[in-house]
């Protein structure tokens, strides 16, 4: 009886092993509707650029890109208000200040499972911005 215990938990655990290694894989090969710009592509870019820093990063620097539409991502209301109204077809540039593109990352897939086919994630966004003399307001 033990052995036929024994045979039945390590059939159950090779199913689970195989079953977490598939998952991995899968996610490891998961492919992204958006990728990161290169910096040298924004001049060339008719993309609408997205700010999604948090309203405390926009006091604090009081300032941004022209032309860009800011959404904060920490609002449910205006998250949706942007997936509305907002063509599904167009290109998008998501930028933040966030370390580690947080931010901007979160929107992309927030857009990618709402069905927005070019969304492109601007790497270290405002920093970049900001380094390229992209950003106008005080103290620009």
């Known amino acids: 009886k033990t052995r ?4 039945k938990v390590v059939k159950v655990m090779k199913k689970e092993t195989v079953i977490t290694l598939c998952l991995m ?3 490891f090969l998961q492919v992204s509707a ?3 710009l290169p910096f040298e ?3 060339s870019t008719k993309a609408t ?3 999604v820093r948090s309203i ?13 539409v800011w959404v ?3 609002s449910i209301m205006e998250l949706n208000k942007f997936l509305k109204n907002h063509d599904k077809n167009k290109e998008f540039v998501i930028y933040c200040s966030c370390p580690d593109d947080e931010y901007a990352i979160a929107m992309a897939e927030l857009m990618e499972r709402e069905g927005y086919m070019h969304v492109y994630i601007l790497k270290n966004g405002w920093d970049t911005l900001t380094e390229h003399g992209l950003i106008k307001g005080d103290g620009f």
């Open 34 to 36: 958006y990728e990161y």
């Open 72 to 74: 904060d991502p920490r």
């Open 4 to 7: 036929f215990i024994y045979y």
């Open 49 to 51: 650029f997205v700010d």
């Open 56 to 68: 405390y990063a926009r006091e604090h620097y009081k300032a941004s890109k022209p032309g860009s």
């Open 41 to 43: 592509d924004i001049s």
């Open 25 to 27: 894989l899968c996610t």
